[in-house]
C-alpha cells in the first residue's frame, strides 16, 4: 500500500479536481507521498504552461500545485492524527480557505518540480500548511495555506 | 482600438502566459477591459476545471485567473500613469511577487465568472491590487496581489 498517493485515498465524489483528482483525465493528477514529516511531490509540468516568458513557468499553476499538494498534505496528517485506517475512499476532505504565494525567483520550464508541504499547525478541522516549490534544489516560491475540512454527513 | 483588450498590448515576448497570452494556443487567454476605474474580465471556464467535486471550480485556476487578469491590471494602470501611448507591445511587463487568495464560498461550474481588479497603490514600480472573482453578482472569492515592473533594458 506504500506506494499509494494521498489522492488515491480520496472518495470518489472528491476526485475530479483539476489539478490533483485522479478520475480528471484532462488534470495534472498530481500525486504526494510523505517523507518523513513532509508531503512531497513531484511533476514535469507540460511545456505550454508557460508565464508570459516561454521559458518561466507559470505563476497560476505554481499557486494551483501548492494547493492541491498543501490540501493532499493536510488531509493525510489529520488522517495520522486520527488514526484512521487508510484504504480508498478514506480519506478527510478539505477545502482550501485561504491561499498565499511568494514569488521569489522564476522558476524553469521543462524541470521536474518538486513541491515540500510541511504542516504548521492542526486545530481541530483547520490545517495551515507551509509549501515551497523548488527546481534542481533551488527554492522558486513558497506557500502558505488554510485548509478546512469539510464537516461529513 | 477600444475593443482590445490589455493583453492585446503586451509585447510579443511576454504573450506566452497559459493563462493570458494571446500566443499561447493551449491557455485560456483571457482578455481584460477597463470599466472606469476597474479591470474588468468575463470567461466560461470549461468544465473540466473542477476542483475535488465535479460541480465546483477548481480553486487553481481561481487563483490562476486572478494573477492574470491583476497583473493586466496593473500594467494598464501603470501604462495610463505614464501616459504611455497604446500600440501592440506597448503594454509595460510586469511579474507577480505575492499572491493571495481568500476563498469565500464554492464556485459554481458552467457558469461565467466576472473579476474585477482594483488598484490600491501604485508605488514607483510596485503595484498593489485587489480582485473580486463572482458569478451572478455573488462574490466567491477575493485576491490581493503585488506586482513589481519589470526594468526594461
Not at 73 to 97: D, S, W
Request: glycine residues 10%.
Amino acid at each position: 500500500m506504500s506506494d499509494m498517493a494521498f489522492q488515491d485515498y480520496y472518495p470518489d465524489d472528491y476526485s475530479h479536481c483539476y489539478g490533483c483528482g485522479r478520475l480528471n483525465e484532462n488534470g495534472h493528477q498530481i500525486k504526494s507521498f510523505w517523507d518523513g514529516d513532509e508531503g512531497v511531490c513531484r511533476i514535469v509540468p507540460k511545456i505550454f504552461y508557460s508565464g508570459g516568458m516561454k521559458d518561466i513557468l507559470y505563476g497560476g499553476l505554481i499557486a494551483s500545485l501548492m494547493d492541491c499538494h498543501g490540501a493532499g498534505t493536510a488531509a493525510a496528517a489529520k488522517a495520522r492524527e486520527l488514526n484512521i485506517e487508510m484504504e480508498p475512499g478514506a480519506m478527510p476532505r478539505f477545502v482550501t480557505a485561504s491561499l498565499k504565494v511568494d514569488y521569489l525567483s522564476p522558476t524553469p520550464v521543462g524541470k521536474e518540480v518538486e513541491l515540500r508541504a510541511r504542516v504548521e499547525e492542526i486545530k481541530k478541522r483547520k490545517v495551515t500548511v507551509s509549501v515551497t516549490l523548488s527546481t534542481d534544489g533551488s527554492v522558486h516560491a513558497r506557500g502558505q495555506l488554510i485548509m478546512v475540512q469539510i464537516k461529513e454527513d
